[in-house]
């Protein structure tokens, strides 16, 4: 069945610094979610990427989509504490699933 | 109204109980999931309905039983659980194929 690999596990970074975590499929996406889930809150829905090569903005955070679409990319600038939490991708496989990645824990120190 | 409501919040049952899990969403999605989450793990998929119709079904054991009365509204029930079932239990919609989930606050769920 479909995998979904995400790295790191967990990273700590200073505030300020920035922070990637990085999403491997092992087949084909139709398209490719992420995620944001607060401790001890529910997973919130941050974007949907589709095309091969789509790079989109929100605010301090870029996502990429990958040329195959079978890995993508979350980048922030600049962290400050509010973004800590556990990013997920999610990659849908056009079959009405997603199959989310282990998530990303992200701890902000001030 | 762009929320999906789950009730109860939370919910501590004995292993020969019988409960149920509600949610409820008006955004008019038509595709409706049910969700068990282990603390410090992804969200794993159990159940999708699609225009109210159960479509899959990712081999859960059958001491979990969904229903979906309407296009508004979803069930989970529980019977005869273990404690390894304990877990958050998320309910999630999409509009259909390809579009992003909302998701519930979650049933934190202890079996006991």
């Known amino acids: 069945g479909q995998q979904v690999m995400q790295i790191p596990q967990y990273q700590h970074v200073q505030e300020g610094e920035d922070f990637t975590t990085y999403c491997n499929s092992s087949?084909?996406?139709?398209?490719i979610q992420w995620y944001k889930q607060r401790p001890g809150g529910h997973p919130v829905f941050l974007i949907q990427?589709?095309?091969?090569?789509e790079v989109k903005k929100q605010k301090r955070l870029t996502f990429q989509f990958g040329e195959a679409k079978k890995n993508s990319s979350l980048h922030i600038t600049a962290t400050q504490t509010t973004d800590v939490g556990t990013y997920f991708c999610?990659?849908?496989?056009?079959?009405?699933?997603?199959?989310f990645g282990g998530g990303t824990r992200l701890m902000v120190k001030p | 109204d762009t929320e999906v409501t789950q009730t109860p919040k939370h919910l501590v049952m004995g292993m020969t109980n019988k409960k149920s899990l509600k949610c409820e969403q008006h955004?008019?999605?038509?595709?409706m999931y049910w969700y068990k989450q282990k603390a410090k793990k992804p969200p794993e998929l159990m159940f999708v309905?699609?225009?109210?119709?159960?479509?899959i079904n990712e081999s859960v054991p059958s001491r979990f039983s969904p229903e979906c009365p309407n296009s508004s509204l979803l069930n989970l029930h529980l019977h005869a659980l273990q404690p390894e079932d304990s877990a958050l239990y998320l309910c999630?919609?999409?509009?259909?194929?390809?579009?992003?989930?909302?998701f519930g606050s979650g049933t934190r769920l202890t079996v006991v």
């Open positions: 990427l589709v095309k091969s090569g």
């Open positions: 955004m008019g999605h038509r595709a």
């Open positions: 309905y699609s225009y109210e119709k159960l479509s």
């Open positions: 999630a919609s999409s509009q259909g194929v390809g579009g992003g989930y909302t």
């Open positions: 999610a990659g849908d496989n056009a079959g009405n699933m997603l199959t």
């Open positions: 087949t084909t996406l139709s398209n």
